[in-house]
Structure formats: C-alpha cells, structure tokens
C-alpha cells in the first residue's frame, strides 16, 4: 500500500508563492510518473501539473503554465509544487496522486482515472 502525504499549504495573499511537497512511501517511487490536481469548492477536480519517473518531462495546465513548476527528488521520495504569483482563482485543495502505470512512457496524464493512489490533500488560499 503506498501512502501519499501533501504538506506546504496555507495562506497567503494574491502575487505571492508557496511550496507543495509530497512525500510517498515505498520503494518503488522513480517507477511512476506523478502528478498534481486541485479542486476548488463547488467544482470538479482538475488537473495542474505531472512529472515523468525520471522527471525528464513535465505537463502543465494552461491556467498554471509560466507559474508553477513541478520537480521531484527520488532520493528522498518525494514529488514538489513551486507556486508563484499565486491569484485567488488558485485556491483549493491540492492533491497529489500516483500514476497507475509503472514505467509509463505515453502521454496520458491529465485526468484522475490514470491516477490510482491519493494524498489527503492540503489546503490553499489566496486571498486578494
């Protein structure tokens, strides 16, 4: 069973920058490509940015791209959300989640049915 853990959100007000860190139990870590999704209250959960295993390729989405800037540190288990010039749009839970598919090389990344485990999530508030 792998366990998901978010941490780094918080408040903060329009134009500044916060951190997501999620840290993944296991060891097979570098076997999957990662990602990030958001759901803000009233609306679906949409998906803000994946990583490939080695993190040799990242994906965005539009409404992030140029802002955020998603890494990862396999040594340390670990998938990171850099947040900046955040607006108040940006606010919602963030969540991590795990690609289902060991060793994936294609380009399905972008919905939550190709993700199979979740962190609990954490919060982020923008205020203007």
């Known amino acids: 069973q792998v366990q998901l853990v978010e941490s780094g959100g918080g408040l903060v007000q329009a134009g500044g920058s916060l951190r997501l860190s999620c840290a993944a139990s296991g060891r097979t870590f570098n076997w999957y490509a990662m990602g990030w999704f958001r759901q803000a209250p009233g609306k679906e959960r949409e998906f803000v940015a994946a990583?490939?295993?080695?993190?040799?390729?990242?994906y965005y989405a539009d409404s992030v791209k140029g802002r955020f800037t998603i890494s990862r540190d396999n040594a340390k288990n670990t998938v990171y959300l850099q947040m900046n010039s955040l607006k108040p749009e940006d606010t919602a839970v963030y969540y991590c989640?795990?690609?289902?598919?060991?060793?994936?090389?294609?380009?399905?990344?972008?919905?939550?049915?190709?993700?199979?485990?979740w962190g609990q999530g954490t919060q982020v508030t923008v205020s203007s």
């Open positions: 990583i490939s295993r080695l993190g040799s390729s990242t």
């Open positions: 989640a795990r690609h289902s598919q060991a060793y994936y090389s294609g380009s399905y990344y972008f919905t939550s049915k190709e993700y199979d485990y």
